[in-house]
């Protein structure tokens, strides 16, 4: 139980500093890289963001696992 | 009785009003309730960034405060972080420690309006009235804020509940609910930070 927090808590700890790394990687990309198509790099990273969130901090595999799965 | 319908009896879990089974449930029921919501949220965040693309492209963003941004967006980010941190522990049942965090979320929360409503829209060059752009800007913000203040209200009310003993490892649908909304207007943020912030140069 402990180890199974433990581990939990690191996978949180393992995507922030992720998504702080690519928050500081995009405001580089929007300060000093003026072309047109940086907008698209800074929307792939956004995206990117966006999926791990999604993925382990919102849980949206559990909406998808049924209850015997669960317990 | 036959050896079948025994094997029947001991798999098929008793549903009764206030059951684990029962609240397993109504969590489910309301967890795609929450997501339905999220989902038709984001259409209305959709349009405006489509809005905002539409009138500036990938050549111009409004002209706002660089460091203000990024340090707002650290803020949310970080917030997102003690959210989870906050939800993880209430799954092992730890109150403490998700009062505790959830406290550092909502500091966070509110340190992030502050930012965009106290400080951004009023050092901005530009008022909401002063043309498309700046119209879209604040709507944009405003409304985002607005999800954050509604976040800091929710977070609050279960945060308090929790204090008084309301949840615990095995139920805390509400923790979640909260948790998940938080999340998502993070995830919106990440969208909103570089098109109101970093894509193209600044428009005045």
């Known amino acids: ?71 | 009785m036959s050896t079948e319908n025994l094997a029947d009896m001991e798999i098929r879990p008793t549903i009764g009003k206030g059951s684990l089974t029962d609240y397993r449930y109504r969590e489910g029921n309301n967890r795609l309730g929450l997501w339905l919501f999220i989902i038709s949220d984001s259409f209305v965040f959709a349009g405006l960034l489509i809005s905002r693309y539409y009138l500036l492209g990938f050549n111009y963003h409004p002209d706002v405060n660089q460091i203000l941004g990024i340090a707002v967006t650290v803020m949310l980010v970080i917030s997102s972080y003690f959210m989870f941190r906050a939800e993880t522990l209430m799954k092992f049942g730890d109150i403490r420690g998700f009062t505790r965090n959830a406290l550092v979320t909502m500091i966070l929360g509110a340190l992030f309006l502050i930012g965009v409503v106290g400080v951004e829209w009023q050092i901005a060059p530009a008022g909401p009235n002063d043309g498309a752009v700046w119209s879209l800007f604040y709507t944009m913000t405003g409304f985002h804020a607005f999800h954050v203040f509604t976040g800091l209200i929710l977070l609050f009310v279960v945060w308090r509940k929790a204090r008084m003993g309301k949840y615990n490892a095995d139920r805390h649908w509400g923790v979640e609910a909260a948790a998940v909304y938080w999340h998502f207007v993070d995830v919106v943020w990440f969208f909103f930070y570089p098109a109101l912030y970093l894509i193209g140069r600044p428009i005045i």
């Open chain 1, 1 to 71: 139980m402990e180890d199974e927090k433990k581990q939990a808590l690191r996978l949180g700890t393992n995507i922030i500093l992720f998504l702080l790394a690519l928050t500081v990687v995009e405001f580089f990309i929007g300060a000093y890289l003026k072309i047109w198509w940086a907008g698209i790099i800074l929307l792939i990273v956004s995206t990117t963001k966006s999926v791990f969130v999604v993925r382990d901090y919102m849980h949206v595999r559990r909406l998808f696992v049924g209850e015997e799965e669960r317990h």
